[in-house]
């Protein structure tokens, strides 16, 4: 009795001393480090129960108390928390909850889980139930429901029925947190069905309600003192509540990774390509049985998915083939953003593959591709989607429309910049023209995801030529009032009003924000901003580079047939000049061509037909008229025609090649330059330029060929570099330097010299086998422009239907021009195809010389490119295991290879790091320094 009366009293003292000290640093704490340990394990009652209040006195006081945890915690696992007094229970729970307030949380759940493996059910249950309490008041942010998950199947078949009951009261307690994804880890419990039954009894009782913690760990202490010091309003409180309210768990998180390679059948992939399809049918069924986890283990799946990427490309069976988009799709939903690496070299193949028309097939595609999607982003697979959009097989283009439908609701508008915007939109533009019904639909719904996902305003320069067909426009905006975007917008909650009427109406108030800049740019009068939405008006501005962007989008309208031509002009134009226009003489030829000028400038420009004028000044001999007068006449006509009129990229197909040829006028040459700029203003730029050097040099005469490059290296001054026409010029400049015209040399150089102003110094690299004299003229040339800056594009034409885009050409004035990246100047070449499959087994050879030779083969490949694109198809995994290759001369050979893809990719090889970094850790150290 007086030892229980001594050790009550030195408790009591402690608790006292605990809670008076008020530096929660003092160096008083310090001295009962090693003692509160004994305090809670007293194995006197009376003083147990003491020391654990001093105990919760000293924790809850002491900054550093969480030194103790572990060995506090198993005191109170072994000793107190199912002991027989009712306050020493509460106050070992009371002290457990303490520990998770001061962030301990993780080192108590570890001991909370170890007393689960009792033998004493008391002990058990007990814990259990503190684990269910911890949930309950700190939430799934603080404690992990992850390691509670393992613990299901084995608490469920306890013989003690206690032990049962609070497992299920914890499971309960689970789903009101992660909600519909705890049942798949329920089903992998293998529970039994009553007590499946009953669970899913009590979870319809709480389902859809919100779980929100009511005790916070001392750093959300911080955080929500400080909410409550603001002043409190509608939408403040709303996001409180909302950050409280724990975000919907994907059961990914929750699942256990599973290792499927060390699974797989040894023979597995010499069954692969065995002869009868049944047998590769079995194999590729054993795996997606295998896949068949919601997350997999870590480990090398390039074979695996080289092999089933093979299937897809070259199986004949569909059976097959649907098996192995299956697979895909299970490896990449188990493998999340651990797939990306293989990503790259599976969409090409998917998409091609979409020529199938088997359902089965398509549907495993349709799966496979939006799972790898998931892992990758838009930017890494955007040429293979662009290529796909530009199939000869409607299939594929309409499948590919569709993916990227999905696509963009699963994309978050930041991940879509300006760059992918104008470039999928141009595919997208041509691909909805076509004479598909079913294509034009799913083409629309594809616009109208954009619209959704990335916004009206930042996609709006980019819908120029559409909005002139009434039609498809109004497709485009029904469809994209029923789009529904999948992904969480971030930021969103930092847009929303302060007063919660306005948040209702914020929807609906953000479209009507165009208007008013409409009449702004239209000058303020309504008739002249009807006028501008109609697509028609013209506005010329020097915008810097950003006006090429928005002048990207030639317009497109149908090509009108001789009988269609005849039809039009017969209406607007007298019947004697239309005759006298293909006369024999040429000054009748010529007073026709006056007259239809004249006609012409009284006429409205918005409704004068373009491509039918166009057409009918071409009939014989046209604009290849030998006499001098005429020709200027007719060339006048389509200037003016082109500056004020609309003018389409259909009309200038029309005439840009006949124009083109009379570069050899020697009396009309500069009228034949000012017409094919104007076109060019009128429609664009990448495409005239294109047009006029592809002739040029499809034709033999140097005085065409020496013009055109004059006129081509004064228009890039104008314009801007068009990036597109990177390769064309360079491979003609080659041509022109090869010329035995020394004029048309002279021309080529020059314009070498203008494209060395944009691209740098990396022109130079596409010349350097040319003769030393023509090297030295060029860098002559060159050295002209070294240290200057490409000029500001002074020519750009905007033609919109949108206020966006009339809006955004009004801010972009005065601004300066966007810097020019030269990496997206350089032509480079897709090398995937040279990738064999042959000589990916070569580099995986028994064969040391073989493996050698096959790394010069890759090496080679580089060196002729000069310059790659993104897509390596199958190189990247077998190049990696190589950079480990037990002969040292191969791993050296190997870390060359991936230095000279390094250089001739640029910046877009960061998406291989993670696939070569683990070779360039595990390669010999002296290799690696010698580099």
């Known amino acids: 009795?007086?030892?229980?009366?001594?050790?009550?009293?030195?408790?009591?003292?402690?608790?006292?001393?605990?809670?008076?000290?008020?530096?929660?640093?003092?160096?008083?704490?310090?001295?009962?480090?090693?003692?509160?340990?004994?305090?809670?394990?007293?194995?006197?009652?009376?003083?147990?129960?003491?020391?654990?209040?001093?105990?919760?006195?000293?924790?809850?006081?002491?900054?550093?108390?969480?030194?103790?945890?572990?060995?506090?915690?198993?005191?109170?696992?072994?000793?107190?928390?199912?002991?027989?007094?009712?306050?020493?229970?509460?106050?070992?729970?009371?002290?457990?909850?303490?520990?998770?307030?001061?962030?301990?949380?993780?080192?108590?759940?570890?001991?909370?889980?170890?007393?689960?493996?009792?033998?004493?059910?008391?002990?058990?249950?007990?814990?259990?139930?503190?684990?269910?309490?911890?949930?309950?008041?700190?939430?799934?942010?603080?404690?992990?429901?992850?390691?509670?998950?393992?613990?299901?199947?084995?608490?469920?078949?306890?013989?003690?029925?206690?032990?049962?009951?609070?497992?299920?009261?914890?499971?309960?307690?689970?789903?009101?947190?992660?909600?519909?994804?705890?049942?798949?880890?329920?089903?992998?419990?293998?529970?039994?069905?009553?007590?499946?039954?009953?669970?899913?009894?009590?979870?319809?009782?709480?389902?859809?309600?919100?779980?929100?913690?009511?005790?916070?760990?001392?750093?959300?202490?911080?955080?929500?003192?400080?909410?409550?010091?603001?002043?409190?309003?509608?939408?403040?409180?709303?996001?409180?509540?909302?950050?409280?309210?724990?975000?919907?768990i994907d059961p990914y998180e929750l699942a256990e990774p599973v290792d499927i390679l060390s699974k797989l059948p040894k023979d597995f992939f010499e069954k692969i390509e065995a002869k009868k399809w049944q047998e590769r049918k079995e194999v590729l069924e054993i795996l997606e049985n295998l896949l068949k986890t919601p997350k997999l283990e870590n480990g090398d799946y390039g074979e695996v998915v080289r092999t089933l990427k093979k299937v897809v490309q070259k199986d004949s069976n569909v059976i097959c083939v649907a098996i192995a988009g299956r697979c895909i799709a299970s490896l990449a939903a188990g493998l999340k953003k651990r797939f990306q690496t293989y990503a790259t070299f599976c969409v090409s193949a998917l998409l091609e593959k979409f020529k199938e028309k088997k359902q089965n097939v398509v549907s495993a595609l349709r799966d496979a591709i939006d799972a790898v999607y998931l892992t990758t982003t838009m930017e890494t697979i955007l040429e293979d989607v662009l290529e796909a959009l530009n199939n000869k097989n409607p299939s594929v283009k309409t499948e590919t429309a569709m993916f990227l439908t999905r696509a963009f609701t699963k994309t978050a508008p930041t991940a879509m910049n300006k760059k992918l915007l104008k470039a999928i939109t141009a595919a997208l533009t041509k691909t909805i023209n076509e004479s598909e019904e079913n294509k034009l639909k799913d083409t629309s719904k594809d616009r109208q995801r954009q619209l959704n996902a990335t916004g009206e305003k930042a996609i709006g320069p980019f819908l120029v030529e559409l909005e002139k067909d009434n039609l498809k426009m109004t497709k485009i905006k029904e469809c994209c009032e029923k789009a529904v975007i999948t992904v969480k917008v971030p930021g969103a909650k930092k847009e929303r009003p302060t007063s919660a009427p306005a948040k209702v109406a914020e929807p609906k108030a953000a479209a009507p924000k165009a208007p008013p800049r409409k009449a702004a740019v239209g000058g303020g009068a309504p008739k002249k901003t009807a006028e501008i939405s109609s697509g028609s008006a013209t506005v010329v501005r020097s915008k810097g580079a950003k006006s090429s962007a928005k002048a990207a989008l030639p317009s497109i309208e149908k090509e009108l047939g001789d009988e269609e031509v005849d039809e039009i002009i017969a209406g607007m134009?007298?019947?004697?000049?239309?005759?006298?226009?293909?006369?024999?003489?040429?000054?009748?030829?010529?007073?026709?061509?006056?007259?239809?000028?004249?006609?012409?400038?009284?006429?409205?420009?918005?409704?004068?037909?373009?491509?039918?004028?166009?057409?009918?000044?071409?009939?014989?001999?046209?604009?290849?008229?030998?006499?001098?007068?005429?020709?200027?006449?007719?060339?006048?006509?389509?200037?003016?025609?082109?500056?004020?009129?609309?003018?389409?990229?259909t009309t200038a197909n029309a005439c840009v090649t006949d124009i083109s040829e009379k570069f050899s006028d020697i009396k009309n040459g500069a009228a034949v330059a000012e017409t094919l700029t104007a076109i060019a203003e009128a429609t664009n730029f990448g495409q005239v330029s294109a047009s006029v050097v592809e002739f040029a040099f499809a034709q033999k005469s140097p005085k065409v060929q020496q013009e055109a490059l004059t006129w081509l290296s004064g228009a890039i001054k104008e314009f801007g570099f068009p990036k597109a026409n990177s390769q064309l010029f360079i491979e003609n400049s080659k041509k022109a330097l090869a010329s035995t015209n020394p004029a048309v040399r002279q021309a080529a150089v020059t314009l070498l010299g203008t494209m060395y102003l944009y691209m740098g110094a990396n022109l130079n690299v596409f010349f350097e086998n040319e003769k030393p004299a023509l090297r030295d003229q060029i860098n002559a040339e060159c050295d002209k422009y070294e240290g200057e800056k490409p000029p500001a594009p002074t020519r750009g034409v905007t033609k919109s239907a949108s206020s966006n885009s009339l809006d955004a050409a009004e801010s972009d004035a005065g601004t300066e021009p966007e810097p020019i990246n030269i990496q997206d100047l350089i032509p480079r070449v897709d090398i995937s195809g040279q990738i064999t499959e042959a000589l990916i087994n070569e580099l995986s050879d028994k064969n040391w010389k073989v493996r050698n030779e096959a790394l010069g083969k890759v090496s080679t490949i580089l060196q002729e490119a000069k310059f790659i694109k993104t897509n390596l198809g199958d190189l990247p995994q077998p190049l990696a295991v190589r950079l480990a290759d037990s002969n040292v001369k191969i791993a050296q050979s190997a870390l060359s290879v991936c230095e000279s893809i390094t250089k001739t990719m640029g910046p877009p090889c960061k998406q291989y790091i993670k696939v070569f970094f683990p070779g360039f850790l595990q390669g010999k150290p002296h290799i690696l320094r010698r580099k």
């Open 1 to 248: 009795m007086r030892t229980q009366i001594v050790e009550g009293k030195g408790g009591q003292e402690a608790t006292k001393l605990f809670r008076q000290i008020d530096d929660e640093k003092s160096p008083e704490f310090s001295k009962y480090l090693g003692l509160v340990k004994k305090f809670v394990v007293d194995s006197n009652a009376m003083g147990q129960e003491k020391g654990l209040e001093a105990t919760l006195a000293y924790v809850e006081n002491y900054a550093l108390a969480g030194k103790t945890v572990s060995e506090v915690m198993s005191g109170i696992v072994t000793k107190c928390i199912a002991a027989p007094k009712t306050k020493t229970r509460e106050l070992a729970l009371q002290l457990t909850l303490m520990y998770i307030e001061i962030e301990k949380y993780e080192a108590v759940q570890e001991e909370l889980v170890k007393g689960m493996e009792q033998k004493n059910p008391k002990i058990v249950a007990a814990c259990i139930n503190a684990c269910t309490t911890a949930l309950r008041d700190f939430g799934s942010k603080v404690i992990s429901i992850k390691p509670l998950l393992k613990k299901i199947s084995v608490l469920f078949a306890d013989r003690d029925k206690t032990v049962r009951d609070e497992a299920r009261h914890m499971v309960i307690e689970m789903f009101r947190w992660v909600g519909g994804a705890l049942r798949p880890q329920l089903q992998a419990a293998n529970l039994q069905p009553v007590q499946i039954t009953e669970l899913e009894a009590e979870f319809t009782k709480i389902e859809g309600q919100k779980a929100s913690p009511t005790r916070y760990i001392r750093s959300q202490q911080e955080k929500q003192a400080k909410l409550a010091a603001e002043t409190v309003e509608v939408d403040g409180a709303e996001d409180e509540e909302d950050d409280d309210v724990p975000q919907d």
């Open 573 to 649: 134009l007298d019947p004697s000049i239309i005759g006298e226009i293909a006369s024999a003489n040429w000054k009748s030829r010529l007073g026709a061509t006056e007259q239809v000028m004249t006609e012409i400038q009284t006429l409205d420009s918005k409704t004068v037909p373009t491509q039918a004028l166009v057409r009918f000044l071409s009939k014989r001999p046209g604009l290849k008229d030998t006499n001098f007068q005429v020709l200027k006449a007719k060339l006048d006509v389509v200037k003016y025609l082109a500056e004020n009129c609309n003018f389409s990229s």
